[in-house]
C-alpha cells in the first residue's frame, strides 16, 4: 500500500462516451472501483424526472428508452461544440454534462474507498482537438475535480499494457473504438519504457456509428414490409436504437440475430427483422474502409511497414465486434489480442498514470513518453513577387514530437517601418489557418523601424505533458522577449463561465443519493417493460406495480427485498 | 546540438549503430523521465533524435495498401479459430485446431497456442455434454487441473467458465470444478460470484456445494461468495428451498430430527411398555416405534450439501475465520463418511462448539476485501 490515509487518493477515470469509470492503483494493481450499484461501468446519460431531479448514470440510461426527450447520451461527442441541451428547467452544455457524470463517479469513489479523490487523471481519444480537450478541463473544473493531467485513451491502455508486461519488448498497435472515437496509436514497449510514436484517428467514428448505419438500413425494411416509418418520432427511433444495440450484440456471439421493436402505432404492433452477419458486415463495409485511413496514417507518420507491428492491441467495447476483427487480420496478417478487458483498460492506464504522477513507488520503473498529436503553429503571410498570401499556416511543433518539447521559428516582417506584429496561435494540420483551431493571439510591439524583412523575430513554442503551451518571442535586434503562455484551464469557457455553470450544478436538484438504487432498479424495469410483450411483460408489470407499493411504504428492509425481487426478474429476462 | 555533443550526451562515441543509441537513450531515460526533469529530457531526446536523424524512415508504398490484401490463409484460419471460440462452436475450433493447419497459423509459439486451444476448447467442449468432458478429460489429463496457474488465468481472461457456470445443461460436478478453479483476481472474483449467484438462483444446494469445495482450498474467497450468495437472499427471500438467511443455525430443524426424533421414540416406547400389559406386546410396539423412528432418520431431506451450507453458514454468521470453518468443514466430512450423515452432523456441531472453545490457532485471514 502506497496510498497515504491522510493525503486522499489519486485515481484515473475513463470519461467515455457510452460508459465512464474510474480505477485506482492499489496493490501493484489497477483496480475498477464500482458504483453504488455495484457496477463496474457507469453509463454516461444524464436525465431528469417529472419532479426536475436529476439523475446520472444506470437510471438515466434506462430512461433513454422510456423518456428519450428528457435524456441525453453521447454528449462526449460534442465536447467543445456549442450545443446546449434542455433538461427540465436547465440548459446544459456538454461540459456540464459531462461534470455531471465526473462528480457522480467521484462519489462513487469517495464512498467505495472512504478518502476523498486528491487528484484525477481524464483521458480523452488521442484525436480530440484543444478545443475538446479544454471544454474536458473546463467539465472536470465544474465538476470540482483536480485534474493537472489529461492523457490519451490509447496511451493510457498502452500504460495499462506496459504496466501488466513489465519484461516484454514489443511493437505495438493499438486500436481504440470506442462508443464514439476511433484511437490508432503505434507505439514500442521496451522494459518498462512506453514510447508512443504516433497517432491518428477519427474523433466521429464508433460503435455508435455502427447502431446508427444498422438503424438506417433497418428503418429502410421496416417501411419497406410493414409500411411504418420508425424514424417519424423519437420515441419510435429511441426503441429502434435499443433492439438495434440488442441484435449488434448478439451478432457478436452469433451468426444471426433478430432486431425486434415492440409497441409500435397504436396497435402496439411488435416488428421483427431477421438480420445475419454477413448482411450487416456489408452495410458496415463502409464504416470499416474509414477505419483503415488512421492506420495507415499512423503507420507513414512512425514510418513503419506493417510487417513490423509485432502485436495489435485491441481496446474499447465496439473491438468485439467480429468485423474488428477480421479488419485487424485483414491489414497486419495476425489477430488481434485482447488483453485486457476492452472497457477498463483505458480507465486501468488512467489510474497508472495517476500513480506515476504523483511518484508513487509501485510505477518506479515505468517511464512513458508521449506526442503532440496536432502540431502547433502560427500564421504567416507569403511573399510570392507581388502577391501576397496571408492566413498559411507556419507549424513549429509538429505532430508526433515527444513531449515536453521546445522548437523555434525565425519570421521577420513584412513592410517596412513595421513596428508590430500580431500572431494568431493555431492547432491542425491544414496550410491554411482558417481550416485550423485557433488557440490564442498576441502582438509584439515596439519593433524598430526598418527595412521589411530585416527585423527577425524568433518564436519559440515550449509545450508540456499538461498541454502548456509557453511562446517567448524575441525581437532579435532588440533582445526585448514578450511571453505568452496557454494553458488549458477557463479556456473554452471562461473562468466566469465556469464559475456559473458550477453554482448551477450546485443549485441542481438531485435524487437522494441513498435512493439511487431504487430508482435505477424502476428505470430498468420500465425500459425492459417497453421493449418485451406477453406474459413477461404482464408479470414485470406485476412486480414493478408491487414495488412501487413497496416504495410507498418507505420501509427500507421492504424496499430493499422488493427491490432485490424486482432486479430478479429483471436480470433474468435481459438473459433469456 | 551537434552529433558530436549528442553523443558525448548519450554517453557514446560517435558513429555507435542505431540498436545502441536506443540502448542508451533507453538507459538514461529512467533516470530522466519527461514527468519529472522535463528540462533534462528535452536535452536527451534532441541529443538522441540527432544521433538517429541519418537512419532511413520506412513508408510503405501506397500502391501496397491498395493492392490484393496481405491476409494469408494461415491468419485466416487463426482468426476462424478465434471467431468460433467466441461463438462458442466449439467443436468447429477443436476440428480447426486438430487439423494441421492450425500448427501453420501459430505464427510464434505453436506449441504454446495449441496448447492454449486444446484447454480452451476442452474446457469448452463440457458445456455441450458430459460424454466430451469424460472423453476430454481422459486424453489430456493435465488440463484439468484445479490449481494450474495457468488454466486458471486463461479461464479468468476467457471468462469461459462465467458461462459454464450459467448454462443449465452443465452437470452439477463440472460446475463445482469450474468454480474451483477460478481463483484469479477481484474483477474474476466479481463475475464468478455473479455466476454463482444465477446458478444458484436455479439450483441452490449444488451451488452452496460448490462453496463449500471452495473452503477447503481457498477459504477467503469462498466466504466472499457466501456472503454474494447471502445478499442475494436477503433480496430475494422467498424463492428457493434453503433460506439461509433465516436460519442463521440452520442445524435447528435438522438437530431436531438427529437428536429429538430418538429420545421422542424412547420416550413413547417407554410409556407405551408402561401402559400396556403384556411383555411381548411391549416388544413388538417398542420395536415398531423405534424402526418408525429410524425410518425417519434415514429418509430426513437433509443431504450432504444442504449440511455443509448450513455448517458454514453458522460458522460464517459468527464472525469466524474462514479457515477455522474449513477444518471444520475437512472434519465434519470425514466424520461423515465414517458415521453417516446425520450422525456426523451433529457431532460435527459438537466439535465445531469444542473447537471454538479451545485455543486460537491459525492466524485470522481477512476475508476476501
Redesign the interface.
Known sequence: MTLREDAGVRIGIDLGTIHSLASVLMDG?A??I?NPLGE?LTPSAVSVDTQGRVLVGAAAKAREVTHPAETVCNFKRDMGTERTWTLGRETMRPESLSALVLSEIRQSVEEHLGQPVVEAVVTVPAYFGEDQRRATQAACEIAGLHVERIINEPTAAALAYGFGNPQSEARLVVLDLGGGTFDVSVLEV??G?IEIIASAGDARLGGEDFVEVMMEQCRRRFLASDAIDLGAHEDLSAKLRAACERAKRGL????DAAVVVTGVGPAAATLTLEVNRDEVHQWWAPLIARM?TPV?QA??DA????S?VDQVLLVGGATRM?IV??FV???F???GVREL?PD?AVAMGAAVQAA??A?DAQVE?L????IAPFSLGVNHTGEYGSHRVGGLFAAILERGT?????RSHVFTTLDDGQREVTFQVYQGEHALCEHNTKIGEYSVKGIPAAPAGEQPIEVRFSY??NGLLEIETTVRSTGKTHVLVIDRSGRGMSKAEVERARAAMASLKFHPREALPNVAALERAEALFATITGEPRAMLGECIGAFRACLETQDGKLI??G???L??IV??FE?N | MDRLTAFELLGLSPGADAKAIKRAYHKRLKTTKPDRDPEGFKRLRAAFEVATSDAPALEEPAAEWSSPRLTTQRTLNAVAVHHALDEGRFAEAHATVMDTRWADALLDDPGGAYAEATRRTGIATILDHRPAYEAVAAVYPDVFRPNDPELQLLLGISREWQRLLQASSVPPEVRAFVAKCVIVDEASRLSLARGLVRWYWRDRPSAMAAVVGLLEDYPAVASFLYQQVRAFDEYVPSTGPIPLQRQPTPSARIRFATLWTPLIVVAAALVISAISSGPIVDRIVGALVLAVGLLFLLGHPANSSQVHAGYLASCLAHDEPPEVAARRVRLCRRLRRALGENIALDFGFRVGRLARLGPASAPVEDAAR
Do not use: C, F, Y
Not at chain 1, 252 to 255: E, F, G, L, P
Open positions: 494493481r483496480i475498477i464500482p463496474r521496451t522494459d519504457i457478436t456471439d452469433a451468426r483503415q495507415r503507420l507513414k514510418g513503419w511497414m506493417r513490423a467480429p476483427s477480421d487480420a485483414s491489414i496478417n495476425k489477430p478487458p477498463e506515476l504522477k511518484d520503473d517511464v512513458v513518453t508521449d515527444v513531449l515536453p518539447a521546445s508540456d505533458l430493499s427485498q427491490r432485490g425481487r432486479l430478479a436480470d433474468r438473459h
